[in-house]
């Protein structure tokens, strides 16, 4: 049986491929030139399925759709603190090139241009050169995409020859201190680091090597960190847009961010990558058929980040006495603060009196870290009250279940194995 996921991606390139409002960015010649008509759009979930429809392996320059990724590779190399000295995080509400800085020269946020170009500047740490520099920035989108990745030399060249307000933002940046060095090749580097080629494909799958807590779905590398994605994903929320953003957040509410050759990527955590091409820009540099698809796969399969599902109710599948001296918690599905309430509440709503307790986690196929330390939590005191603790835990869901202080607790395969 054919999949339905490539048919409603045809359904709904097909509902916008007449807009043709909107045209390819004409401040750099080499994009001025680019086709139009072009139209795709991706989808890669997080075990690395790619649904991919029209042009997806045409190839284009990633433009700005780079900064949040060279951002992950800044917070990496130098750490947050480091970073957000020389790049804020608040939005500029004005267009991307615009010299939006703070009162004392700091750049927004790292979406734009001034605060990109910082961004860059600080990717491979200390103390390094361009060149370096650069290979650190290239190797990490590589990595992000799951392919090495080539700069399309005549876009680098085209950008170069026009690249006079970035220089000027660059130097302005250096009079702050915000640079400590030349700037004319950390803005070199940048725009070579804009000019790498990527097809809509690869775009895809770097989305979902963020919603995917920064593990590539084919690779099944860690490219960076829980901590930077989740920072760069919080950053992409209110600045990846620019001066769209609010309409952004409230009509399609998925991490983004766009780029002038007319790339869009979305990362909706947990769930999937999303990118989209189509050359035809408006007026605040995004694509305008790229956001018209974003609205309506949001619309269409609920994706908005604020529209989740109701929290679990029937988490604790069952609450049974087993023989004379064990109780035992079944509990099921995936475990939230508000599902590890409920079994919390269940324990110390009615205590159990039975010397051995156990949890069942065999029907739980996920848990964040609150729910575990919630849980954990409870196998402590009840250890501390007296009791023998048990978790079967046969997929270890908790890798490393340590109650905490004083607690104790033993970790079997089965009710079985309780004896």
């Known amino acids: 049986m054919r999949s339905p996921i ?13 807009d043709d409002s909107g045209a390819p960015a004409d401040y750099i010649p080499e994009l001025a030139a680019a086709d139009p008509d072009r139209l795709a759009a991706a989808m890669a979930t997080l075990d690395g399925e790619v649904y991919a429809v029209g042009d997806a392996d045409v190839p284009f320059t990633i433009q700005s759709i780079s900064k949040p990724f060279v951002y992950a590779l800044a917070l990496t190399d130098r750490g947050l603190d480091d970073v957000l000295a020389k790049v804020g995080v608040e939005p500029s509400g004005e267009a991307f090139n615009e010299v939006s800085l703070d009162d004392t020269g700091r750049p927004l946020n790292p979406m734009i241009n001034a605060g990109a170009i910082t961004a860059h500047s600080l990717a491979g740490g200390k103390g390094i050169g361009p060149a370096e520099r650069f290979e650190r920035v290239a190797e990490g989108l590589s990595a992000f995409a799951g392919r090495e990745l080539e700069v399309d030399e005549a876009v680098f060249e085209s950008e170069m020859t026009t690249a006079h307000r970035n220089l000027s933002i660059a130097h302005m940046l250096r009079a702050y201190d915000i640079l400590d060095e030349d700037p004319v090749p950390v803005v070199e580097g940048y725009t070579r ?6 097809t809509t ?13 920064g ?19 919080s950053v992409m929320t209110t600045c990846g847009m620019y001066d769209a953003a609010g309409d952004w957040v409230t009509q399609v509410g998925i991490p983004a961010k766009s780029g002038v050759a007319g790339g869009l990527i979305g990362a909706l955590p947990g769930q999937v990558g999303i990118a989209t091409f189509s050359p035809r820009l408006d007026k605040h540099g995004n694509s305008v058929r790229g956001i018209s698809l974003f609205e309506r796969f949001s619309d269409d399969m609920g994706m908005h980040m604020l529209e989740v599902p109701a929290a679990s109710r029937t988490v604790l599948r069952s609450d049974d006495r087993v023989g004379d001296d064990l109780r035992l918690y079944v509990l099921q599905g995936g475990l939230r603060f508000a599902e590890a309430e409920h079994v919390v509440r269940a324990v110390t709503a009615d205590a159990p009196d039975e010397p051995r307790v156990a949890f069942d986690l065999s029907h739980v196929h996920a848990m964040d870290s609150v729910a575990r330390r919630m849980l954990l939590e409870v196998t402590r005191r009840l250890s501390l009250d007296g009791r023998d603790v048990y978790l079967i835990d046969p ?15 033993t970790v079997v395969a089965d009710v079985a194995a309780i004896g």
Not at 193 to 198: M, N
Not at 201 to 213: C, G, I, K
């Open 6 to 18: 490539p048919d409603y991606i045809t359904e709904v390139l097909g509902s916008v491929e007449s």
């Open 193 to 198: 680091q804009c000019s790498l080629l990527v």
């Open 201 to 213: 494909n690869d775009l895809a799958l770097m989305a979902a090597t963020l919603a995917n807590h």
């Open 215 to 233: 593990v590539h779905p084919t690779t099944g590398k860690q490219i960076v960190s829980e901590p930077v994605v989740r920072q760069v994903l």
């Open 395 to 409: 997929e270890r869901i908790i890798d490393t279940p340590d109650p905490g202080d004083g607690g104790r607790l």
